[in-house]
Structure formats: structure tokens, C-alpha cells
């Protein structure tokens, strides 16, 4: 949206100078249907909250909250309908929650399908829960999900499979330069994380006294205490709806032998041995070698997965390695990957790359 008087001069030269009306037109029309959407959930919420079936207490959702202080703003005197003010607060605060978080969590599926594609067994685990859950037949998922949202809560190892990556890949609790020698403990002297560096789901499903459980407060790719991101439940579920549309359809590999092939280099952009890493742009994003030219990615052949196998407890390191925070690099490639159909009924071919 063009809301900046600096934003009309430069595009007045160029060639989308005669396309501004109609972007301009198009995208208060878009904004009339969110608002009009918007304003009738909130006209339902509030039937229920005058109905005292809802509270700020009893529901923790932003439009619960929000009008848990419009509740207090009334001294408790609901009215019949919300003010036409509050109703306006509303529909901005919700309108910037819905769309403040689709840059992080973008970046994160993304990191998710790489470190998926790297880790056949994982996939697997993820796969069966998702059958286990919601049937093998892919062409009734949405419908299942409209029915019955509330079965996203029981994908438990789902969950882990995205705290795990956000820690790896935390893509907006902020940056930290560190040092190769400079460690992180706790006030016993414990390191945070045994095996930093592995891809470990199951440290999130592990008992409190096995050694990989998590420390408080170790896990904050949406930080943490009174002042942690709003939107972490959006993005949490966002997250959880395109793993299960995407893993059992797709199987991925990723094309960086391809793009090192067609781009040959003489020192290949890598950190730590890998070509996935973060650099800062606002938030923590995939890098991109070449923003001009991205890499094109090669359907590959799709395996048929067998039956899913539950990985083994890991087993405790003898001696775990200390996380370091190194610095962030300027340059790499966006992680792509490769995309081919690997259930029946799906398109014949489809290509994706990661982080474009």
C-alpha cells in the first residue's frame, strides 16, 4: 500500500507511475472487506461476551484481551453494541496482527522444509502423526479442518518440529554477536542446550529430568516475559496449518549442488557448513546470493516413504557441546529446495524454493 508522500514521487517516473489510482483503488476495496469481516467477528464475540460466556480470563485470543480492556474502559456497563471508536481501535490493532507476522513465519517454513529434507526420520514421525490425526486422504483435509479445528492440538511432535527449528533459525527475537569462546550457562553452571547444533525435536517431548529437556527460559525465538511477541499463537498456528498441508503431499531436496553448478564460485558462500543461514534485513532472513538471478530448483523423483518408525530417545551426550552465538554473515544463498508430488492425486509436477 502507498501511504508515503516520498512513495508517489518515485514511483511517478517509473512504470508503475500510471498503475497508482488503481493500486490505490485496489487496495481500499481490499481493506473494506477485511474491516467488513472483521467487524462481524466482533459484533459475534461481543453477543457472547455480553452473554458472559467469554472473558479476558477464561480466553487468552487478542480480541478476548482487547475487550477485556474495553470492558474495564465501560466500568463494566457492556453495551449494546461496541463504540464506534473502540470498533475502528479494533479493526486496525487486528488488521496489523494478522499481517505483522507473515515475514517471520515465511522465513521459518523455509528453514523447516530444509532441515525436513535433511532428516528423512523426522519427516517420517511427522507424516504418521499427521495420518494418525487426520486420515491418509489429502482431498478431505480442509474440510476437516473447518469441522474440527481443534484437532490441531494434538500435534504434539508438530509443535516440536517448529520450536526446534525457530531454535536453530529464530528468525525475530533479535541478533546476538558472540565469540567462539564465550559460553552460555545457567546460575548451576549447566549449559543450555546439550547438542546444540543437532536437529533434536524430541529435546521438546522428553521428560523434565532427561537431560535434553529445555531450560526455562532458554527457548525465546519470541522472547520472553511481559513484553513477548502478541502474535506468537498466529504465527504457532500458521505454522502447524502448512506443515500439514505441505509434508505429505511434497518430498523436498534441496538444489544448492544445482545453484553451485550453474553459479560456480571460487569460495562457495557457506557457514559452518552450511549454506542455510541467517543474515539481518529487519528481521532475520534467508540470505540470498544473488537477488537478481535466484537459482532455479529440479523436481526430484518422489520416494514412497514406508512406514514411519518413531526415532529412539536420543541418548545423552557424554559431554555436550556449548552454544556459542556466532556473528551473523552478510551473504549466502536462499535455502531452496525442490518440491515433487508424494502422494497420489497430486499435481504432476511442482517446484518450490525456499525463502524466495
Known amino acids: ?3 508515503t508522500a516520498k512513495a508517489a514521487p518515485a514511483l511517478a517516473g517509473s512504470a508503475a507511475g500510471p498503475l ?8 481500499w476495496y481490499n481493506g473494506r472487506i477485511m474491516d467488513k469481516y472483521i467487524s462481524s467477528v466482533l459484533d459475534d464475540r461481543w453477543v457472547e461476551w455480553r452473554a458472559g460466556k467469554l472473558s479476558s480470563e477464561t480466553s487468552r485470543s487478542a480480541i478476548d484481551l482487547a475487550f477485556g480492556d474495553y470492558m474495564r474502559s465501560c466500568k463494566d456497563k457492556a ?14 490493532q487486528l488488521r496489523m496482527m494478522f499481517f505483522v507476522a507473515h515475514d517471520s513465519t515465511s522465513a521459518t517454513i523455509s528453514y523447516a522444509i530444509y ?3 535433511k532428516h528423512p526420520l523426522v519427516l517420517e514421525r511427522l507424516r504418521e502423526e499427521h495420518d494418525r490425526t487426520f486420515g491418509t486422504d489429502l482431498s478431505v483435509l480442509p474440510d476437516a479442518l473447518r469441522k474440527d479445528p481443534h484437532l490441531l492440538n494434538q500435534l504434539d511432535y508438530t509443535v516440536a518440529v517448529i520450536k526446534e ?10 541478533f546476538r554477536i558472540g565469540r567462539p569462546d564465550v559460553h552460555l550457562h545457567d546460575d548451576t553452571g549447566n549449559e543450555f542446550w546439550p547438542q546444540p547444533d543437532e ?13 535434553l529437556h529445555p531450560v526455562r527460559g532458554a527457548w525465546r525465538p519470541f522472547e520472553f516475559g511481559p513484553r513477548n511477541c502478541l502474535g506468537q499463537t498466529l504465527s504457532m498456528l500458521d505454522l502447524r496449518i502448512t506443515l500439514l498441508m505441505v509434508v505429505r503431499r511434497f518430498d523436498f531436496r534441496d538444489a544448492y549442488q544445482e545453484w553451485d553448478r550453474l553459479h560456480p564460485t571460487i569460495r562457495p558462500l557457506v557457514f559452518r557448513g552450511e549454506h542455510a543461514y541467517q543474515t539481518g534485513n529487519g528481521g532475520a532472513h534467508p540470505a540470498d546470493v544473488n537477488r537478481e538471478n535466484k537459482g532455479s530448483s529440479t523436481a526430484s523423483t518422489p520416494s514412497t516413504p514406508s ?7 536420543p541418548s545423552t551426550p557424554s559431554t555436550p557441546s556449548t552454544p556459542s552465538t556466532p556473528s551473523t554473515p552478510s551473504t ?11 502422494r497420489p492425486g497430486t499435481p504432476s509436477t511442482a517446484t518450490a524454493q525456499a525463502g524466495a
Not at 453495551?79 to 486496525?92: D, E, L, W
Open 1 to 3: 500500500m502507498l501511504h
Open 20 to 27: 497508482i489510482p488503481l493500486i490505490k483503488l485496489i487496495s
Open 79 to 92: 453495551t449494546a453494541t461496541i463504540r464506534p471508536s473502540a470498533r475502528k481501535y479494533f479493526i486496525m
Open 115 to 117: 532441515l525436513l529434507s
Open 165 to 174: 527449528v525457530l531454535r536453530l533459525f529464530p528468525p525475530a527475537s533479535g
Open 199 to 211: 536437529f533434536l525435536p524430541e529435546r521438546f517431548l522428553v521428560p523434565k529430568d532427561h537431560p
Open 307 to 313: 512406514t514411519p518408525s518413531t526415532p529412539s530417545t
Open 332 to 342: 549466502s544463498s536462499t535455502p531452496s529446495t525442490s518440491s515433487t508430488p508424494s
